[in-house]
């Protein structure tokens, strides 16, 4: 039986051990999506840290695509040397690095955009700043395309992998929802149905980048939302994508509109509060027989070995307490097993908004403090 700190493979990818960074919003990238020299070191120091791989923030296919400033776009071919900068600042510091690809969907900031969001119904959803425009069937193939051209390029400009973002309300998920998907052609109805984006995606992004490289997804186990997507439904989505040949599957839940139960929970302050996407993973891990890693609140080393142990995870995926303390898979490999000093309360997020990058708020001031 594996545990954290041993060695694992995701296809052709080799990782030291069983921690994941999460993929995280940075806000340190320009106006247009172009990485900046700052993201270049973030992603450094992570590297340095320990984690077995690093996944960047969800970076947008086409610029309808994008919600928060700061946000990384790959829809540009002159983006090539800021984007194999990145890459190249993870491989020199010993680390793996694999990109996540998202459209916003009707989560899209009309400000960011310049238009009025995409998705796949005309649906005023809590998580949707205003009600999107129903997409059109061309316009479903052009963004599917789009994915397929996104990953072209990263697996060009030296990425080690690419994860597709399936979850957390953003377009994939939200086709995969009944909430957000009243559609009654061949993308609406029964979930075999509302699958159809997933898979269209899926296929243009393996067209792209071969049967070699590895494509992954971050997959919304359950919504946490009345009409919303169900855990059945999200494990039957699994199985059609692990059929297919997806390399790992990432589980996560809830949406900007899930209330206390979305992806980012505040107070996880006691181990019982920690992992709590890991039942349903466990339904997932059931199912399929790619590798299956879980994000959502962990904090604490037996938590986090326990999953990979007891439960059966491939991998465990953090975000919050990495931003705190990049170097916290050392400081645990190392033998200081105290928890991570995270206090889950989504402070960091602020500066990304108003400074040009997240930070550690209760850490730079427990710094002035001294």
């Known amino acids: 039986m594996p545990r954290l700190f041993e060695p694992g493979t995701i296809e052709s990818i080799y990782l030291r051990n069983r921690i994941v960074r999460s993929a995280t919003w940075e806000g340190m990238c320009a106006a247009d999506g172009r990485p900046s020299l700052k ?66 969907g009707g989560q899209a900031d009309p400000a960011q955009i310049g238009r009025t969001p995409v998705a796949p119904s005309a649906v005023k959803a809590a998580q949707f700043p205003v009600e999107p425009e129903e997409l059109t069937l061309p316009q479903i193939h052009e963004i599917a395309a ?3 051209r996104a990953a072209d390029r990263a697996k060009t400009w030296g990425y080690d992998a690419v994860q597709l973002h399936g979850a957390h309300g953003y377009l994939i998920n939200q ?4 909430l957000t998907n009243r559609r009654t052609d061949e993308y609406g109805g029964g979930i075999e149905n509302r699958s159809l984006f997933l898979m269209q995606v899926y296929k243009e ?25 169900s855990a059945p439904d999200a494990v039957y989505a699994a199985g059609i994508l692990d059929t297919a040949g997806i390399a790992a599957i990432e589980v996560s839940s809830g949406t900007a509109g899930s209330g206390k139960l979305g992806p980012v ?13 890991l039942d349903l993973a466990r339904e997932i891990k059931a199912k399929v027989s ?3 890693m879980v994000v959502g609140g962990f904090r604490s080393f037996p938590v986090a070995q326990y999953a990979i142990e007891r439960d059966k995870m491939d991998y465990i995926a953090m975000s919050r307490p990495l931003i705190r303390e990049p170097q916290l898979p050392n400081r645990w490999l190392d033998g200081d097993r105290t928890p991570a000093a995270c206090i889950s309360c989504n402070k960091c997020f602020i500066p990304g908004l108003k400074e040009g990058g997240i930070y550690c708020v209760a850490e730079k001031k427990k710094k002035a403090k001294k």
């Open 39 to 104: 993201l270049a070191h973030c992603y450094a120091d992570l590297a340095r840290g320990g984690a077995g791989m690093i996944i960047t923030g969800y970076t947008f296919v086409s610029p309808e695509g994008k919600q928060l400033p700061g946000k990384m776009g790959i829809h540009r071919d002159d983006f090539a040397d800021d984007h194999r900068r990145l890459t190249q600042a993870v491989h020199d510091a010993g680390g793996i690095l694999a990109i996540q690809l998202v459209h916003a």
């Open 146 to 148: 789009d994915f397929g």
């Open 175 to 178: 086709f995969l929802s009944p």
């Open 205 to 229: 992004v393996r067209r792209a980048v071969g049967e070699d490289f590895p494509v992954m997804i971050k997959l919304n186990a359950h919504d946490h939302q009345d009409g919303g997507l």
């Open 265 to 277: 929970r505040s107070k996880i302050d006691a181990p019982e509060k920690e992992a709590y996407n």
């Open 290 to 292: 790619c590798p299956v």
